[in-house]
């Protein structure tokens, strides 16, 4: 198994407590809710950072963790970790070029796993809604007590709705002040399609004096929980 180093760095008080307050707010929604998809907006919201922290945070609270860069277009999660050789993604298992083991890698989290996107595919939407998707994510809840898989933009192209009809529940990150209200509705109408239950959402980058007006207030982050 390869090793990916996740870059840390230390984060102010209320960031991290913000993070275990997503992370109670998750458990709480019942232990059916095992594989979860993130998605947003629009892009530049969060998501993926919002995403993989919420993954390490639960596995340092003891839960073995898989966590899924299932944006196949732009991947952001280059940035985030460190890899020292050649690894195989989620696009090389969707096309059978690899194996389910070969593209999960270990990190410097322990608990947390962390399969990458890999290269940009001519036809994200056709691999991401193939038959052998899905078997990965039923293989996948076995072993694993959480799934986090980041997706695209739902408001730039269909993948996310694609992945969140195979997962059992959806948080969508909305950055404050960016996006209307009527915008965030019709992302709403496209995850309820997919039959995807919304567990709640996320305001990213909010100031803390605006917090207060989502849900339970986190300072940085706001969590608006919808329940089972």
Known sequence: MNRVIIKRKKEKYYI???FKSLRTNIQF????????????????????SVSLNLAVSLAEAGKK???????????????????NEKISGLTHFLAKQATLQEIINSTNVPDLYLI????VPPNPAELLGRAIFNEMLE???????????????????IDSA???ERCDGAVLVIESGVVSYRFVQNIKKQLDKSNCPILGT??????HSQSGRYGQQYGKYSFEGRGR
Do not use: H, Q, W
């Not at 929604?29 to 998501?47: M, R, Y």
């Not at 990458?116 to 290269?119: D, E, I, L």
């Not at 293989?139 to 192209?157: N, Q």
């Open 29 to 48: 929604c019942g232990e059916d809710k095992k594989v979860i998809a993130f998605t947003s907006a629009i892009p530049g919201e969060g998501k993926s």
């Open 162 to 164: 694609i992945i969140a």
């Open 16 to 18: 991290e407590e913000a």
């Open 202 to 207: 996320v305001i990213n980058k909010a100031e």
């Open 65 to 83: 963790v898989l966590f899924i860069d299932a944006d196949l277009r732009k991947s952001v999660l280059t940035g985030t970790v460190e890899i």
């Open 139 to 157: 293989i996948a809840r076995k072993v694993y007590d959480y799934i986090i898989v980041d997706t695209p933009p739902l408001g730039s192209v």
């Open 116 to 119: 990458m996107a890999g290269p």
